[in-house]
């Protein structure tokens, strides 16, 4: 008899498809036929049409995470929210938490001898633009190209346009691409995946690619959220330029991962970086995968008066101009002008250690640390000077080309 109440159901929905009763009373009676998954698909229908009582937030949501179905228990989350229910939204955020725990628990080192496990990356990355120093003009492109997107959804919603993709930031060693990327996922209020190139590679076969897999499925796990590859060329190099098959699949797998086969990225926002944008396969940069390529150069002298205010914040100084520092620094990245503090203070701390007191840093040991730090750009910028002469032809990389004929900049590496 159920049998052939649900089939009669099942006719008079999809003879009315936009009748919510219908449709309610069928996936009510597939529950109680123990058909839950069945069921459980007439409620994702029910909540694209706005049409699932308030009342049944919690218990379908709850129904949801006993089988598995994290997107529909996320779903009768924000819809319960949306409508004001108090009671049950707290054990529901409590499912949502421990299945995305549960999901991102992922083990990814599968060797003869040892095995470890992925830590979930659920909480929100707290940094954000003010922490970065100078580079307004970069934050001013991400912010267009990246965070509008994922904080107006609606509006993009309205064209078709979905929020996620991937960008690639590229640019000398030390100049700041991974802080980058972190106060990318802070403005946006995300969680913040870091990829680093030991948690993929490994020396077993297939290994590696298992890795892979398992970094996006955490990242899905916890979406919406920031996937931050580094080293993209280790990851992607290019296939033509390697004659092994290791490397090869291993950027077949990253192309599979972009282009969601058998998943769905909705909502992940990939983000990369490289200081070798020239050794990344040429399939990564197709419009769909890293389609928006951004550069970030040495900081300018405003920028790394900047940085040194960040830098200093916690020091001790007295007397320091920053100002005139930036302006002694000429090509100095972040990672530099960390050194250079780094180093003024050593002298402080041998100061302290001989008179037995504590000075404050001044511009007096900056200024003497100032001839043992070299800026480590200089070297990228000459590599890519000649990429950019000889093998520019696609104009992907013409920022640089821009930057490299300021008149500063050629007097520099010259």
């Known amino acids: 008899m ?3 109440r649900i089939s009669a159901l099942r006719k008079a929905v999809e003879a009315s498809p936009d009748d919510v009763l219908l449709r309610l009373i069928l996936a009510e009676t597939l529950v109680a036929a123990d058909e839950t998954d069945s069921a459980l698909d007439e409620y994702v229908v029910l909540l694209d049409q706005h049409g699932l009582p308030a009342d049944q937030f919690v218990p379908v949501g709850e129904l949801a995470a006993a089988n598995g179905r994290l997107a529909l228990l996320r779903s009768c989350l924000e819809a319960a929210r949306q409508a004001g229910v108090v009671e049950g939204t707290g054990r529901l955020q409590q499912l949502v938490d421990e299945m995305i725990s549960e999901r991102s628990g992922v083990r990814v080192k599968v060797g003869p001898e040892d095995e470890a496990v992925v830590e979930s990356d659920t909480v929100k990355e707290t940094t954000t633009f003010d922490q970065v120093g100078g580079m307004d003009e970069i934050k001013r492109v991400i912010h267009r190209m990246v965070i509008l997107p994922l904080s107006r959804p609606e509006l993009y919603s309205k064209y078709g346009r979905r929020s996620g993709g991937g960008v690639m930031l590229y640019g000398p060693p030390g100049c700041g691409k991974t802080l980058l990327a972190r106060a990318t996922a802070g403005e946006c209020g995300l969680p913040f995946v870091n990829v680093r190139i030991e948690d993929v590679m490994d020396p077993y076969l297939g290994v590696s690619e298992r890795n892979l897999h398992a970094a996006f499925e955490r990242a899905r796990a916890n979406a919406p959220c920031v996937l931050f590859l580094d080293e993209l060329d ?43 944008p020239w050794d990344v396969d040429e399939a990564m940069l197709r419009p769909g995968r890293f389609d928006r390529v951004i550069f970030v150069p040495p900081p300018d002298e405003p920028a790394r008066a900047d940085i040194l205010s960040v830098v200093l914040k916690d020091v001790p100084t007295t007397g320091v101009d920053l100002k005139s520092l930036a302006g002694q620094t000429p090509m100095f ?8 503090v780094e180093r003024g203070v050593d002298r402080v701390i041998d100061e302290a250690l001989t008179s037995g007191g504590e000075p404050p840093l001044s511009m007096q040991h900056l200024s003497a640390a100032l001839p043992t730090v070299k800026p480590s750009t200089l070297d990228w910028l000459h590599r890519v000077r000649s990429y950019i002469e000889f093998a520019n032809q696609s104009e992907r990389y013409d920022d640089v080309a821009e930057y490299l004929r300021s008149k500063d900049i050629r007097r520099r590496l010259s």
């Open 234 to 276: 280790a990851l992607a190099f290019a296939r033509h330029k390697h004659g092994g098959s290791e490397s090869r699949r291993l950027v077949d797998v990253l192309l599979q991962e972009l282009d969601a086969i058998g998943s769905e990225n909705e909502g992940l926002l990939v983000l990369a970086a490289t200081n070798a």
């Open 2 to 4: 159920t049998n052939d």
């Open 333 to 340: 990245s972040g990672a530099d002008l960390r050194a250079l």
